[in-house]
């Protein structure tokens, strides 16, 4: 008798006592919203377009900036990058950091303060570590999400009474893993991380594409070289996927599934020349769906904007620990008292002079209570490095109706990531010479930009007609103009002494 006792007490535990509201937030590296969800109908995503069928998918989801650290750091602070202080790349020389006293809004760390048990896997390209601090480091190939859901095994089923927090960043679709030598193509194509010849991932079910079968987007140039581009770009994306589908599986198998929120995201846009390091809408636009099995409304679609600095206040707001009448953490930490306490940065300057009190982001939790309310009317956009050698700061407006940018640097010709800027798609275009074609615009007219960028957003979705310029439009520029510079006073942008010399 005593036995069967016993037996049931480790059933029991194994089954009734999985702890509720976990969270798996799961960020990609370079996706635009090529799912098949977002109508796409090129791409292989099942188990991403199933998620979407019984969550929420947001058709109006913003990066804040089109970098891969700086987003990374907005996307774990809740802070624009211009405040956090992480203005481009972490890793290499480039050696960009978020000031120490982010640690009192930094997402792990407020997780944990919260009562979950935090975990990490995959892309990190954030510092310094002790403000994005996890409690634990799982290993796994960024570029084989299958495996990297595995490894999350152990973690993910912990028999454990506090929910967990699972921070899931794969490396793709980013560029990498060299060029597809078997193209018959002058230009090759980049392999976006994929086996060369049609080789596969231990576990993954290789999804290829013919280039012709692909969909160009309108700020891309419909030749031969992008579409052979963009066929390794979705195998790249399909294998994220397959992820996503072994992800679900734990899940269900350990009866999580309906106990986990999972959001998925990626930092900013697929990595082409008019995306990544831009801030049009290739750069900005990113795919954001919430599945959160504790809501009655699911399977909807909502016009709401959201921005990626709302991530770390929503996640917190579902995790009760989120004080909203001050939009800040409810059990705060003290950084003074952290380092002190630490003997740790005591010296250095830890805040930009102005204390880390709340967040710049506000929770969307009520989004997904009710897909027709609204969340912000305008988003902000804040763009100065992607990599160290590549100083070029954009500051962005934009609401339903019209989009303004600011190219502050504007004299100097428009930098390239050296992934960007050895791509065939744009190597192909750029032997032609300035007047080729480049999507919407021409080879020279994206390198040398205008001061000011005006679109009507209803009217020219894909910002092709510049309206800046435009006599009939110059009260809506004075508007924009005027909105900007009132956001970065709000937002703490120093790059709003640009406005008064130079």
Known sequence: MRLLAVTFLILLSATTFAAERNVIFFITDDESPTLGCYGDTAAATPAIDAIAADGVLFRNAFATTASCSASRSVVMSGLHNHRNGQYGHQHHYHKFASFHDVVSLALPRVMSRAGYRTGHIGKYHVAPETVFQFDTYLKGNGRNAVEMADASKAFITA????????????????????????????????????????????????????????IVPPFLPDTKETREELAQYYQSCARVDAGVARLVEILKAADLYDKTMIVFTSDHGMAFAGGKTTVYEGGLRVPFIVRDPYQKTRGVQTDAMISHVDITPSLLDFAGGLNTKKNCPKDMLDPDAFWKERDEAVKDNRNGNKAFRSYQGKSWMHVLADPEAEHHETIFASHTF???????????????????????????????????????????QLAKGNDAPYGEMTVGRYVQRPEFELYDMQADPNESNNLAESMGHKDVLQEYQDKLKTMQKELDDPWIMKWDYE
């Open 386 to 428: 992607h990599e160290i050698q590549m100083y070029y700061p954009m500051r962005v407006v934009r609401d339903k109706q019209y989009k303004l940018i600011w190219n502050i640097a504007h004299p100097l010709p428009f930098p390239f990531a050296s992934d960007l800027w050895s791509a065939s798609s744009w190597q192909a």
């Open 159 to 214: 028999n454990d009474d506090k929910p967990f927090f699972l921070y899931f960043g794969t490396a793709d679709p980013h560029r990498g893993g060299g060029v597809d030598a078997t193209s018959d193509s002058e230009l090759k194509p980049n392999l976006f991380g994929n086996k060369p010849n049609r080789g596969s991932y231990p576990g993954v079910d290789e999804v290829f594409f013919d280039p012709a079968d692909v």
